[in-house]
């Protein structure tokens, strides 16, 4: 089956700083991959998404890089504010209406 | 707010004991997830129920089970209740998947179970 592996369990950064949160995944047949933040004390929300068809995907302050060749995907937010504190998820999604298979995630901590 | 509920926030038992967690997807979602997520084992999938029917299996234990309703919300039953089911009991909510139209999941704020 698919596994999903965060590179750093934990990543720590100032306030104002870039951060870059990586995942790596093992099932080269993946064609969807989502990243999700869970702030502590809530469920997991849906942040940003990328097709195997694209190798960048910009939101509004976050980028999704994808590199197929060695099956790597990074989450890139800019200018990292307090409010972005969270630990976050990558998860492959071949199919939609499928259960979301998350690593353990990197728990992002912005200090002012 | 996902738009997901769940009750009850917090729910604390002892071991032997039955449990009943009761998720109300966003209007109009047929599809609802629970998963299981511990400090040790991350957020894991248990069950998915797609308009009533059961859809796919994941590590669900023999003493735990699920079930949607024709209003759509959900249950999940818990029994035998061990110190290791300790846990947040997330249920998430997903239009018709085979739409097509969005592969994103709604979580719900979670339960927080604690068998002593």
């Known amino acids: 089956g698919e596994s999903v592996g965060l590179h750093l369990p934990t990543l720590s950064v100032q306030e104002g700083d870039n951060s870059i949160i990586n995942c790596a995944y093992s099932?080269?047949?993946?064609?969807?991959f989502i990243w999700y933040k869970q702030e502590s004390g809530k469920g997991p929300q849906f942040i940003i998404d990328?097709?195997?068809?694209?190798d960048k995907r910009q939101g509004q302050r976050v980028t999704v890089l994808l590199n197929k060749t060695v099956k790597h995907l990074s989450l890139q937010i800019a200018a990292t504010q307090p409010g972005d504190s969270a630990v976050y998820f990558c998860?492959?999604?071949?199919?939609?209406?499928?259960?979301?298979?998350f690593g353990k995630g990197t728990t992002l901590s912005v200090s002012s | 707010d996902s738009g997901v509920t769940q009750t009850p926030k917090h729910l604390i038992t002892a071991t032997g004991q039955r449990v009943t967690l009761r998720c109300s997807p966003r209007?109009?979602?047929?599809?609802v997830y629970w998963y299981q997520q511990s400090l040790d084992q991350g957020l894991q999938f248990l069950i998915q129920?797609?308009?009533?029917?059961?859809?796919a299996k994941g590590n669900i234990l023999e003493r735990f089970s699920a079930q949607q309703f024709p209003d759509l919300h959900s249950e999940l039953n818990l029994s035998s209740l061990e110190l290791g089911d300790s846990a947040l009991y997330f249920c998430?909510?997903?239009?018709?998947?085979?739409?097509?139209?969005?592969?994103?999941?709604?979580f719900g704020p979670g339960t927080r179970l604690t068998v002593t």
């Open positions: 998860a492959p999604d071949p199919q939609a209406g499928t259960a979301l298979i």
């Open positions: 209007s109009g979602d047929l599809s």
């Open positions: 099932n080269s047949a993946s064609d969807y």
């Open positions: 998430a909510s997903s239009v018709d998947p085979t739409a097509g139209s969005s592969y994103e999941q709604y």
């Open positions: 129920y797609y308009n009533g029917e059961e859809r």
């Open positions: 990328i097709r195997s068809n694209m």
